[in-house]
């Protein structure tokens, strides 16, 4: 099993670009995340899926959308990027609500 | 809303020394999950704790639960080099899934 893939690793996005974060795993896990961690922050979420077809907000979903067309993929869409959302950005899943999470590897994104 | 604070924020011990992290919330948590970061890494689960005054071990690593339920603590016992990074408490909804995360503690550890 791969787990929770993320590409592209790293990204440099001028102000006012778009571009789409992939997510994929392979575990068959209903639910998904995706965080942002700012340098010596902790993980804010953005946005969560708890099945296809059903998405919801987090605590930080401005400048963001998603999509859960399967259960494999979660991509996440920048629109307008903005320095703001110079971050790293983290996928992750689980198998259920109350279990621990798998995260990928992660995205960092700068937007200059 | 609902959040923990973790304390303290950065740690530096010898090596051989303990470490303690807490995180206490305001109000009562229905479980609190552990995760360790190394520097440029991504988050990975420990352990989750969810019956009031629990308390679970790895190897050097000891997690507890209050008997309110309102704070943990992950202690590790004789740091080594490969316990350095950033330990996150976190806690969630079992309907969602959605964890709501602590700042962490760094931990440093001199060899």
């Known amino acids: 099993n791969a787990g929770v893939t993320q590409t592209p690793k790293f990204r440099i996005l001028k102000i006012g670009q778009s571009m789409t974060l992939q997510c994929t795993q392979d575990?068959?896990?209903?639910?998904m995340y995706w965080y942002r961690q700012d340098p010596g922050m902790g993980l804010k979420l953005i946005y969560y899926?708890?099945?296809?077809?059903?998405?919801d907000k987090g605590e930080v979903p401005n400048g963001y959308n998603v999509s859960r067309s399967t259960t494999e993929d979660f991509p996440l869409r920048l629109e307008l990027a903005a320095p703001s959302q110079t971050s790293v950005y983290f996928c992750a899943s689980s198998l259920q609500g109350n279990y621990g999470y798998t995260f990928g590897s992660g995205t960092r994104l700068t937007v200059v | 809303g609902q959040q923990v604070m973790q304390i303290p924020q950065y740690q530096h011990v010898q090596e051989g020394e303990d470490f303690t992290t807490y995180c206490n919330s305001s109000?009562?948590?229905?479980?609190i999950q552990w995760y360790k970061q190394r520097p440029g890494g991504h988050p990975v689960f420990l352990i989750q704790l969810v019956k009031s005054g629990e308390v679970k071990k790895q190897k050097r690593l000891t997690f507890q639960f209050g008997e309110a339920k309102k704070n943990s603590s992950l202690h590790i016992t004789a740091t080594q080099t490969t316990d350095v990074g950033t330990y996150f408490c976190?806690?969630?909804?079992?309907?969602?899934?959605?964890?709501?995360f602590g700042q962490g503690t760094t931990l440093q550890v001199k060899p």
């Open positions: 109000t009562t948590l229905s479980n």
């Open positions: 899926s708890v099945g296809a077809g059903i998405t």
């Open positions: 575990m068959n896990h209903n639910y």
């Open positions: 976190a806690f969630g909804s079992s309907n969602t899934g959605k964890l709501i």
